[in-house]
T-cell receptor, first 116, second 115 residues
């Protein structure tokens, strides 16, 4: 069965500081990996995704993530955090089975607080 | 292109009642998935529909059901509501078979409160 672990429940950084959110996954095949962001009372917005190819992927809002197969990790990074980045971040692994059935398994999320 | 829409946005019900939530996917998307989000259990997959057929189902009791119409709109139904069904219900659409078909786009959710 697939699973996702986000070891940090809550992270606090100062505005302008760099950010790294950790994500480890367990999956029996080549994973489809995603990072989503959720602001209070809102749905999920896709930040970036990894399907294949270049292991460093760029997303929206200046985020990037690196897929490391040997470490089963897909950490999210941003060089300089803005106050508007305060939100909850979810890592997810997608199971794409026969017939293109889809199911995302999410981590428990990391709440990001940005200090002025 | 309009995003995924969900109605209603907020709902209050009492135990034992039933509820129907609606989801309209992005135009052209034929796959609709439903997720439940609670503080205790996080985000959990409920089921996925594609071309009016349920393709995949998560580990939820039979009180949770869904359907998809020919225009790809989907509804989910929860019967005999329990307090633990209070959650944010998220709908996501995708377009299998296309280059970006593995991406799921989420709606704003329906906040269900069971009293």
């Amino acid at each position: 069965a697939q699973s996702v672990t986000q070891p940090d429940i809550h992270i606090t950084v100062s505005e302008g500081a760099s950010l790294e959110l950790r994500c480890n996954y367990s999956y029996g095949a080549t994973p489809y990996l995603f990072w989503y962001v959720q602001s209070p009372g809102q749905g999920l917005q896709l930040l970036l995704k990894y399907f294949s190819g270049d292991t460093l992927v760029q997303g929206i809002k200046g985020f990037e993530a690196e897929f490391k197969r040997s470490q089963s990790s897909f950490n999210l990074r941003k060089p300089s955090v803005h106050w508007s980045d305060a939100a909850e971040y979810f890592c997810a692994v997608g199971r794409i089975s026969s017939g293109s059935a889809r199911q995302l398994t999410f981590g428990s999320g990391t709440q990001l607080t940005v200090l002025p | 292109k309009a995003g995924v829409t969900q109605t209603p946005r907020y709902l209050i019900k009492t135990r034992g009642q039933q509820v129907t939530l609606s989801c309209s996917p992005i135009s052209g998307h034929r796959s609709v998935s439903w997720y439940q989000q609670t503080p205790g259990q996080g985000l959990q997959f409920l089921f996925e529909y594609f071309s009016e057929t349920q393709r995949n189902k998560g580990n939820f009791p039979g009180r949770f059901s869904g359907r998809q119409f020919s225009n790809s709109r989907s509804e989910m139904n929860v019967s005999t509501l329990e307090l633990g069904d209070s959650a944010l219900y998220l709908c996501a659409s995708s377009s299998p078979g296309t280059s970006g078909g593995h991406e799921q786009f989420f709606g704003p959710g329906t906040r269900l409160t069971v009293l």
